[in-house]
């Protein structure tokens, strides 16, 4: 069994920068990538970035620019730098992980960018 812990949520004024950080332990069998998704009050889960196991990259159009997904394979930690935070980023964040057969999900960490 896979466990994801996020870390690095908290409450930050607009324009200011936050961390999030996800360790993955247990048993990870063919990988496929790591990613953060969030999700605010009535809207649907939307992926927010992603790294692949070949460390290629995605990002929504929204975030382009301001936030950067990285990984330290040796910790199985994959990081979201947030920068010029907006308050539209305000959401629960949730870190991601899916292999070949299976799609894990972490408890999510509140990211809440005032104006």
């Known amino acids: 069994q896979v466990q994801l812990v996020e870390s690095g949520g908290g409450l930050v004024q607009a324009g200011e920068s936050l961390r999030l950080s996800c360790a993955a332990s247990?048993?990870?069998?063919?990988?496929?990538?790591m990613g953060w998704y969030r999700q605010s009050p009535g809207k649907q889960r939307e992926l927010v970035a992603r790294?692949?196991?070949?460390?290629?990259?995605t990002y929504a159009d929204s975030v382009k620019g301001r936030f950067t997904i990285s990984r330290d394979n040796a910790k199985n930690t994959v990081y979201l730098q947030m920068n010029s935070l907006e308050p539209e980023d305000t959401a629960v964040y949730y870190c991601?992980?899916?292999?070949?057969?299976?799609?894990?999900w972490g408890q999510g960490t509140q990211v809440t960018v005032s104006s």
């Open positions: 247990g048993s990870i069998f063919s990988l496929k990538a």
């Open positions: 790294i692949t196991s070949g460390g290629s990259t």
């Open positions: 991601n992980l899916y292999t070949l057969t299976e799609d894990y």
